[in-house]
């Protein structure tokens, strides 16, 4: 039998690698301002995680609400239960990046602080235009990418040597316990739509079309810590 499993995630590998080389070499020079500029976009997505397939945290803190009715009869209270800590957990992660932005800035964060990068914006049409297909295999496919393998929050938890560093250290070994994990999770239901050859191809096509967008998000998140050229010849060579 196949190990569609193994597919995907080779699929993904050299996208989720260059996102963590990316930031360790953003980290190695990293400004004080360097880190206000991430930290701006990095806020953003916390507040709107996988934009294009959720529709903004607030948005679906109004819709748990408003299925709490439902609980028992049209919904299983354990898939209630793990939304409410799925979106606990993404606001915790906003709550600790915005406490090292707030000691960076010495003042209290606004609404206004946080921007969405032109970059993340395609990013987000790209899974938007996988969504309104309304193809399970597809949607599969948006999820299994969430996150990039986690390898941003992997990189950011081994900084120290500074404040602002120990921070970040802090922060990022919070988020990576909480989404490590996420993408096998997802494989798990990715593999479940796959019925033949021609819908492995479909969702290996799927993925690195959303890897190679969340590259270029980082890149210009992290102020082009690695070049166009870099980044293609490292993704080529990390190909498995």
Same mark, same amino acid.
């Given at each position: 039998m196949p190990d569609y499993e193994? #597919?995907?995630?080779? &699929?993904?590998?050299?996208?989720?690698e260059c996102e963590a080389e990316i930031a360790k070499r953003f980290y190695a020079k990293a400004s004080d301002e360097d880190h206000i500029f991430y930290l701006r976009a990095q806020l953003w997505k916390e507040l709107n995680p996988v934009d294009g397939f959720f529709n903004g945290l607030h948005k679906e803190l109004r819709d748990v609400v408003d299925m709490y009715p439902q609980i028992d009869t049209e919904i299983d209270r354990h898939d209630y239960h793990f939304l409410l800590l799925q979106l606990v957990q993404e606001f915790n992660h906003y709550v600790v990046l915005a406490d090292i932005f707030e000691h960076l800035m010495g003042r209290p964060i606004s609404p206004e602080d946080t921007v969405q990068l032109d970059e993340e914006k395609k990013l987000g049409n790209v899974r938007r235009a996988y969504i309104e297909q309304e193809d399970p295999l597809l949607?599969?496919?948006?999820?299994? &990418?969430?996150?990039?393998g986690a390898r941003l929050f992997r990189e950011g938890k081994e900084l120290s040597g500074s404040t602002v560093n120990d921070l970040t250290a802090k922060a990022?070994? %919070? %988020?990576?316990?909480? #989404?490590?994990?996420?993408?096998?999770?997802?494989?798990?239901?990715? %593999?479940?739509?796959?019925?033949?050859? =021609?819908?492995?191809?479909r969702m290996k096509?799927?993925?690195?079309?959303?890897? =190679?967008q969340r590259v270029w998000m980082r890149a210009e998140m992290f102020r082009d810590?690695?070049? =166009?050229? =870099? %980044? #293609?010849?490292?993704?080529?060579e990390n190909k498995r």
């Amino acid at each position: 039998m196949p190990d569609y499993e193994q #597919e995907l995630i080779y &699929t993904a590998w050299p996208y989720w690698e260059c996102e963590a080389e990316i930031a360790k070499r953003f980290y190695a020079k990293a400004s004080d301002e360097d880190h206000i500029f991430y930290l701006r976009a990095q806020l953003w997505k916390e507040l709107n995680p996988v934009d294009g397939f959720f529709n903004g945290l607030h948005k679906e803190l109004r819709d748990v609400v408003d299925m709490y009715p439902q609980i028992d009869t049209e919904i299983d209270r354990h898939d209630y239960h793990f939304l409410l800590l799925q979106l606990v957990q993404e606001f915790n992660h906003y709550v600790v990046l915005a406490d090292i932005f707030e000691h960076l800035m010495g003042r209290p964060i606004s609404p206004e602080d946080t921007v969405q990068l032109d970059e993340e914006k395609k990013l987000g049409n790209v899974r938007r235009a996988y969504i309104e297909q309304e193809d399970p295999l597809l949607n599969a496919a948006v999820g299994f &990418t969430e996150g990039g393998g986690a390898r941003l929050f992997r990189e950011g938890k081994e900084l120290s040597g500074s404040t602002v560093n120990d921070l970040t250290a802090k922060a990022m070994q %919070i %988020i990576f316990d909480d #989404e490590h994990d996420h993408y096998m999770e997802q494989a798990k239901e990715a %593999i479940s739509h796959i019925k033949s050859p =021609e819908d492995l191809e479909r969702m290996k096509d799927a993925i690195a079309k959303i890897s =190679e967008q969340r590259v270029w998000m980082r890149a210009e998140m992290f102020r082009d810590a690695m070049t =166009e050229a =870099e %980044i #293609e010849t490292f993704i080529e060579e990390n190909k498995r």
